[in-house]
């Protein structure tokens, strides 16, 4: 039940296209859902989180969508630009149990010129 | 403010041996995850100090083992290696241990031959 499932795998994207990551949760006890960004030889970054109150939060060019009746989320990148390519991890957190992060399996995002 | 500071940044080991790591949180912050990261099983908790406590422990055999000291620094041991441990260990950190963002070190590279 502490699963996140993360799709693709991999994704390659051409500048200025949107690029969509999906994840879907099976603990309903989740109730932080952040996004982390990796470029190799580096540790996660924060990208943007959200709450399960709220269907949508957007900062610049990134949203995240979130249902919770379907238990799904995605992350949108809106004008893909080559810097962007990097892994991206979704992940859920049960607040009260601390730093517990569940992360899934990870998205290789390639944005070609 | 300087980030997470992880030393070393590459270790080898033979199977059978030991090995500690060691983890400097940004100044100010205590609360110290720790995080293993392999291609096949991703990213995944280990355990988390705060106040030099064990607040939470993930699903790892007890030859995983941490501590933290007063000055927040961390450090994790692992006994008695076994190829599978080879991983990159990642060291996050964030000021108290209410707060959700947690904020990544570049990690460890541990290769056990």
């Known amino acids: 039940q502490q699963q996140v499932k993360q799709s693709p795998q991999s994704l390659i994207v051409q500048k200025g296209g949107i690029s969509i990551i999906n994840c879907a949760y099976e603990n309903t006890a989740f109730d932080y859902f952040p996004w982390y960004q990796q470029f190799p030889g580096k540790g996660p970054a924060l990208l943007i989180a959200?709450?399960?109150?709220?269907s949508e939060k957007k900062e610049g060019r990134f949203t995240i969508s979130f249902n919770k009746s379907a238990k799904q989320f995605s992350l949108h990148i809106m004008d893909s630009q080559p810097g962007d390519s990097a892994t991206y991890f979704c992940a859920g957190l049960k607040e009260t149990s601390g730093s517990r992060l569940t992360f899934g399996e990870g998205t290789q995002l390639t944005v070609n010129p | 403010k300087a980030g997470v500071t992880q030393t070393p940044r590459y270790l080898i080991k033979t199977r059978g041996q030991q090995v500690t790591l060691s983890c400097s949180p940004i100044s100010g912050h205590r609360s110290v995850s720790w995080y293993q990261q392999t291609p096949g099983q991703g990213l995944q908790f280990l355990f988390e100090y705060f106040s030099e406590t064990q607040r939470n422990k993930g699903n790892f055999p007890g030859r995983f083992s941490g501590r933290q000291f007063s000055n927040s620094r961390s450090e994790m041991n692992v006994s008695t290696l076994e190829l599978g441990d080879s991983a990159l260990y990642l060291c996050a950190s964030k000021p108290l241990a209410e707060y959700n963002e947690q904020f990544f070190g570049p990690g460890t590279r541990l290769t056990v031959l």
């Open positions: 959200i709450r399960p109150d709220v």
